[in-house]
Nanobody, 118 residues
Framework: QVQLVESGGGLVQAGASLRLSCAASGRTFSTYAMGWFRQAPGKEREFVAAISWSGGITYYADSVKGRFTISRDNAKNTVYLQMNSLKPEDTAVYYC???????????WGQGTQVTVSS
């Protein structure tokens, strides 16, 4: 049974940076695609970024392209989301997810809160 544990969220001011981490256990991490999603209050969960099993392919939502970077360390079973130039509209609970492909995620973490003040 896979377990995904996010960390690194917090309260920051607009323009600041945060790095989220997601530690995985219970599966062969290096064979799965990983993704980050977010859900703001009153809104549906939305895609943020995804990375292939090797790390060689990445996709981003238009709203974060150029500001966020997804990466992974297969030796540490961890995926990261580096978030720069944060905006108040980035405020949300951020979830990491694991999937067989970069468009199909079946396992989810519990989420970490990111709050960006103006």
């Amino acid at each position: 049974q896979v377990q995904l544990v996010e960390s690194g969220g917090g309260l920051v001011q607009a323009g600041a940076s945060l790095r989220l981490s997601c530690a995985a256990s219970g599966r062969t991490f290096s064979t799965y695609a990983m993704g980050w999603f977010r859900q703001a209050p009153g809104k549906e969960r939305e895609f943020v970024a995804a990375i292939s099993w090797s790390g060689g392919i990445t996709y981003y939502a238009d709203s974060v392209k150029g500001r966020f970077t997804i990466s992974r360390d297969n030796a540490k079973n961890t995926v990261y989301l580096q978030m720069n130039s944060l905006k108040p509209e980035d405020t949300a609970v951020y979830y990491c997810a694991m999937g067989a492909t970069m468009t199909s995620f079946g396992s989810w973490g519990q989420g970490t809160q990111v709050t960006v003040s103006s």
